[in-house]
């Protein structure tokens, strides 16, 4: 039986309305090795404004995971919002699953787009993508944030009891629901609180899956597969630029000591931000907070010290699609 309404097809169109009235526009890049890529950008691009990337995790497409912190944000960025390949409009037929595939790939949108220079933000598997842009091409990223993305993991710690959800399969079952069981056990390892099941009824979280789970399932589980894929740390580039690493307290996905690690990987350079009370999803559960960190490190240590930063005031900024529920692993 066909539904004759969706709150989250609702929802996504509200975003994007929303993305547009913030001045961006929706583009398709034919990268002519069998990858489409889509991605957000400005209308119009301001000299005067730096160029800031925004790399969404898995779960939601990018407009779910950047649409509450991009009025935010806009006053100060030429924002660029791709989609990842095998979510929303993005897609290759090329056998590569790999971050470093996702990252050239990534670029290539940018430098189509006469980008030459940028920061950026990277979400939990965003985060992969963003930090080994950041090491392929570290003559174009100049500042660079990763939250909650284990980049430090390595294949070992999955046998050595690192992670709550040790079995690959059952991880990837959990990331990429299937059913509202699955999507519930998703939002409780996501969250340090999540709601109470009677807030998020099955036909929901049904509905959110229709819409936004049944596409490239297996593809997105093989990129799954590819994150622990020998990895080992002694593999791991150092990247140079500054970075901030942004954790909740209590991840139940990336534990915290992997933010830990990755610290420990980049010294001095690296200043880890730990949100207290807050699991992996702490961009929902603590919003203020996280916008106040990423203007910080982004706007704030970069401005002329006589020129300070106008910073909205976040306790009134009216923010379209505001709401709960948004998951990003």
Not at 56 to 76: E, R, S, T, Y
Not at 106 to 132: C, H, I, P, Q, T
Not at 140 to 149: D, L, P, Q, T, Y
Not at 221 to 240: G, H, Y
């Amino acid at each position: 039986m066909t539904r004759c309404f969706s709150l989250t097809t609702a929802r996504n169109r509200c975003y994007r309305s929303s993305f547009i009235k913030a001045g961006l526009r929706s583009t398709t890049t034919d990268l002519q090795d069998g990858t489409i890529m889509h991605c957000w950008v400005p209308r119009t691009l301001k000299d005067s404004k730096p160029h800031l990337l925004l790399i969404h995790g898995l779960g939601a497409n990018a407009m779910w995971q950047w649409g509450d912190i991009i009025p935010k944000l806009f006053p100060f960025f030429n924002i660029f919002i791709p989609d990842l390949i095998f979510f929303g409009d993005s897609y290759t037929t090329r056998p590569e699953r790999s971050d470093a595939f996702q990252a050239q790939c990534v670029m290539r949108v940018m430098e189509a787009n006469s980008v030459r220079k940028l920061s950026l933000v990277g979400l939990s598997y965003g985060g992969f993508v963003g930090y080994s842009l950041a090491a392929q091409f570290s003559e174009a990223v100049e500042r660079v944030v990763i939250c909650c993305a284990g980049v430090c993991m390595e294949e070992k710690d999955l046998k050595e009891g690192v992670f709550r959800v040790s079995d690959l399969e059952e991880a990837a079952r959990i990331l990429v629901p299937q059913t509202p069981e699955k999507l519930r056990e998703l939002i409780g390892f996501s969250m340090f609180k999540p709601p109470p099941k009677s807030l998020v009824p099955s036909c929901l979280l049904a509905d959110f899956i229709d819409v936004m789970c049944t596409e490239y399932t297996q593809e997105k589980k093989e990129l799954i597969r590819a994150i622990p894929k020998d990895r080992n740390f002694s593999n791991i580039p150092k990247i140079s630029q500054p970075t901030l690493i942004l954790w909740g307290e209590y991840d139940q996905i990336f534990p915290l000591e992997l933010g830990h690690r990755l610290k420990r990987h980049l010294g001095d350079n690296a200043h880890l931000v730990v949100i207290k009370d807050a699991g992996h999803a702490f961009n929902v559960e603590k919003p203020k907070e996280y916008y106040r960190h990423l203007i910080s490190f982004l706007v704030d240590l970069q401005a002329p010290p006589s020129t300070p930063s106008p910073i909205p005031n976040i306790e009134n900024h009216n923010v379209s699609c505001n709401g709960a529920g948004k998951i990003q692993p």
